[in-house]
């Protein structure tokens, strides 16, 4: 029953999706440890064979590796992380530079954080903030794992955390949310439309204490892992009704946000945020948005 009703909603919103779709394994080549070209000679000449994304500036899709490529002795140096093809995009449309100051929440397991890292040579500062105590152990065990030297892990709801004042060039804001079902084969016996409103109001919760810890001037990056218009495109609407700032284009795969969802009309301006939706993009559904603080 709750199949049917999500793959309803989904068809209302344009796509008629079967409920089956997969994505492919894909992984994030470290720049701080190696580059594209070595390491895809380096596993090539193990037996895998991969495939560069076009989107993505440092991510392979794996064809097929005779090994298992989350515990062969490359993935234990740090020279690659296992990240799926849509959540290496957040950061590119992030994209933090050497020197600056970029907040990451909720920021455990720290896959983005490390790729956060990356992309600024260890050069800056990175505050990466998750609530739960577990999965920080793993987000310190990536830090270490990549060589990433920049970065301060805290264990705090950032809601809560005192941040004496200081404001941030960049902030990534990847929120809970409820998910897809192409990253879980059991998701839809898991879900209601009651937890997809739950997750949308402490969404906004973080939204707001996103924007007071950004510069006037800075990027935030909201994103989701949700195919859900209510954590996606209504809370972006939220957003600029109540805030100061710009939705800037993205460009990419997928398609451009929703401007209408069922029977709401919502502004033109949230078309520049992306939706990757995965009959469109062979991914697992995903959306970013990117705003820029007035």
Not at 8 to 23: C, F, P, T, V
Not at 38 to 63: D, K, M, P, Q
Not at 73 to 96: K, M, N, R, T
Not at 264 to 277: M, N, T, V
């Amino acid at each position: 029953m709750a199949k049917r009703l999500f793959l309803e909603r989904y068809s209302r919103l344009g796509h008629n999706l079967k409920g089956d779709e997969r994505s492919r394994q894909a992984l994030r080549v470290n720049t701080l440890k190696t580059t594209n070209e070595e390491l895809a000679a380096r596993l090539e000449s193990r037996g895998a064979r991969l495939s560069r994304i076009g989107w993505l500036r440092n991510g392979f899709h794996v064809e097929e590796s005779p090994f298992s490529l989350g515990a062969s002795f490359e993935y234990l140096l740090g020279l690659y992380s296992i990240q799926e093809a849509a959540a290496q995009f957040p950061v590119e449309v992030l994209d933090p530079h050497p020197g600056e100051a970029v907040l990451d929440v909720c920021a455990a397991p720290g896959g983005k954080t490390t790729q956060i890292a990356a992309a600024m040579a260890n050069a800056g500062v990175v505050v990466a903030v998750d609530v739960s105590r577990e999965r920080l152990y793993a987000l310190e065990n990536n830090l270490e794992r990549c060589s990433v030297t920049n970065c301060l892990a805290y264990w705090e709801d950032a809601n809560a955390m005192d941040f004496e004042g200081k404001q941030f060039d960049r902030v990534l804001l990847d929120v809970p949310c409820s998910g897809n079902y192409v990253a879980d084969r059991g998701w839809f016996s898991k879900r209601t439309l009651r937890d997809v409103g739950l997750n949308a109001e402490r969404q906004r919760e973080l939204l707001g204490t996103a924007l007071k810890l950004l510069k006037p001037g800075g990027v935030l990056v909201y994103t989701t892992c949700s195919l859900e218009p209510e954590e996606n495109e209504l809370n972006v609407q939220w957003l600029i009704d109540n805030n100061d700032l710009k939705l800037e284009g993205i460009e990419g795969p997928g398609s451009p946000a929703l401007t209408q969802v069922f029977s709401d009309e919502l502004s033109g301006e949230i078309a520049r945020c992306r939706r990757f939706w995965p009959d469109e993009t062979g991914t697992q559904g995903f959306f970013v948005a990117r705003a820029v603080k007035r």
